[in-house]
């Protein structure tokens, strides 16, 4: 089974668990709430559709990338996971994301080989904190500078997520992840360790 594969299943199997989990859900007479399954399905069907629409979109730098630490990007030997944030989005958001990568990567030390960070930062005093907050977390995570990404819709929604490049240079499998549901997050970084 191929990564793409594995990674719809466990889509599909938390809409599932939702599902039963929404079902459960019962007012005082034993009616079941329409409004709350209505609303789970709403969230996870856009965030899903979200996740999709960027799809085999091209990664676009026509120069050579180097991380803050002074990495050199390649994509010869496998394919990224990436990491994308910018100062300006949810501060709770992004550290609830760095923990859970310090978390998983305690389990598996592979993880540090294809996660790279895309981050933007306003000023330098952001970059610094960002820095500090990082040495706190022992977390040793190439950071890239990408002030933009082009042909990424999601750019627009402000908020942290998580895509893949491969030796095309195409940005696939993107997936936006929820605060407080560490748990989605290491099945995804999961499905590309195996």
Not at 66 to 89: A, P
Not at 121 to 135: E, G, I, V
Not at 149 to 158: A, D, I, T
Request: proline content about 3%; hydrophobic content about 40%.
């Amino acid at each position: 089974m191929n990564k793409n594969n594995y990674f719809i299943f466990s889509i599909i199997g938390i809409l599932i668990i939702l599902n039963v989990y929404l079902l459960s859900i019962s007012d005082r007479n034993g009616k079941i709430e329409t409004a709350h399954i209505n609303e789970g399905y709403n969230f996870y069907d856009n965030k899903f559709v979200t996740e999709r629409l960027n799809n085999n979109s091209r990664f676009l730098s026509n120069r050579p990338m180097v991380s803050i630490q002074g990495d050199t990007l390649s994509f010869e030997d496998h394919s990224k996971i990436i990491f994308r944030y910018s100062i300006g989005n949810c501060g709770d958001c992004i550290d609830a994301e760095l923990q859970a990568i310090v978390n998983h990567i305690e389990s598996n030390p592979k993880l540090l080989t294809i996660l790279n960070f895309f981050v933007f930062y306003n000023n330098n005093s952001s970059l610094a904190d960002d820095l500090r907050k990082m040495r706190k977390l022992k977390l040793k995570v190439p950071i890239y500078f990408v002030e933009k990404m082009e042909n990424v819709e999601l750019e627009k929604e402000n908020i942290p997520y998580y895509f893949t490049i491969g030796e095309d240079s195409r940005l696939r499998d993107f997936f936006i992840p929820l605060s407080g549901r560490p748990y989605l997050t290491q099945a995804y970084l999961d499905s590309y360790i195996r």
